[in-house]
C-alpha cells in the first residue's frame, strides 16, 4: 500500500515502533513513510485506537511494551502478511486474499459467539470487522 507525500514522492507502508513518553514502545503501528524527505505518518484507519491506547496509558505510564497488532485488526493483517513474504513459497500470496480469508474467519467467530450469546467476544468482533472495513475503503 502506497500513499503520495506532500513532497512529491511515493510513501510506503510500513510496521515501525511508537514512542509515547519516552517510557512505552508500541510496536507494530502501520505508517506511512517517505524515503526522500523522512516524513512519516500513522495510517488514518488505526489512528483512533492509537490514540486510545495512549490516552488509557496516561500521563506517566511506567515502562512497558505493546504489540498494537493485538488491539487493531489491520496491524494485525499487516504483522501476518509480513510473515508470508519471508518465505518463497507464499511470496505470492496477496495482502487482499489475506485481508479476505481473516474477514471470513472472524465472521465464522462471529455465528459461534452469537450462537454463544457472549455479548462481550460479539462486540470484539464487531471492532475488528470495523478496523478492516475502514481500511479497505481506500
Not at 489512528?47 to 506517566?60: F, N, T, V
Not at 510473515?83 to 462471529?110: F, G, P, W
Request: with cysteine.
Amino acid at each position: 500500500m502506497q500513499k503520495q507525500c506532500n513532497c512529491g514522492e511515493i510513501m510506503n507502508l510500513k510496521l515501525r515502533t511508537v514512542i509515547f513518553s519516552g517510557r512505552v514502545e508500541i510496536d507494530n503501528v502501520p505508517i506511512y513513510t517517505c524515503n526522500a524527505c523522512s516524513h512519516s505518518e500513522v495510517i488514518p484507519e488505526v489512528k483512533k485506537d492509537l490514540s486510545g491506547l495512549i490516552q488509557e496509558l496516561g500521563a506517566c505510564p511506567e515502562k512497558q511494551s505493546y504489540l498494537f497488532n493485538e488491539c487493531n485488526e489491520w496491524a494485525n493483517i499487516l504483522v501476518e502478511y509480513k510473515l508470508t513474504q519471508k518465505t518463497a513459497q507464499s511470496a505470492q500470496y496477496k495482502l487482499e486474499q489475506m485481508v479476505e480469508q481473516r474477514t471470513n474467519d472472524l465472521l465464522d467467530l462471529y455465528l459461534l459467539a452469537q450462537s454463544l450469546q457472549d455479548d462481550a467476544w460479539l462486540e470484539s468482533i464487531r471492532k475488528r470487522l470495523q478496523q478492516i472495513g475502514a481500511q479497505m475503503k481506500y
